[in-house]
């Protein structure tokens, strides 16, 4: 009986580590397909740079919720650590793929301002 109880607790622990998964799958999925869609060398205009920004911050708060959701159930799991360990390191993995495209967006708006002060203080010195 007591073998039997431990291999329900056992399955009941895999299955909400499974259940999780699922969601970090399509997390992963949607970060590969925002890279795909704004790799560093598309930002010809603000409205790009603009749209590549709102999705990976709209990504990055999906990432977020997702990751409190998982470390609220890892504290009914019994290796509470260890569970902790593989949520962070999972979002260690696209955290930063999700902040380099954020970033590269964010520095090709900053450097086009910089060009367009740059062009208008030309034509002001030739007038």
Request: aromatic share 12%; with cysteine.
């Amino acid at each position: 009986m007591i073998f039997f109880r431990s291999l329900v607790f056992i399955a009941c622990l895999t299955c909400s580590v499974a259940w999780s998964s699922d969601s970090f799958d399509d997390l992963k999925m949607a970060t590969s397909e925002l890279k795909r869609k704004y790799p560093e060398v598309s930002f010809v205009s603000s409205l790009i740079a603009d749209g590549a920004i709102d999705d990976s911050v709209r990504l990055q708060g999906r990432l977020a919720q997702w990751f409190v959701e998982n470390e609220a159930s890892c504290y009914g799991a019994f290796f509470v650590n260890s569970c902790l360990q593989d949520i962070k390191s999972k979002r260690r993995q696209l955290l930063p793929e999700l902040k380099q495209i954020e970033f590269a967006a964010k520095d090709f708006k900053r450097q086009s301002r910089v060009f367009s002060g740059d062009q208008k203080s030309v034509l002001d010195q030739m007038k």
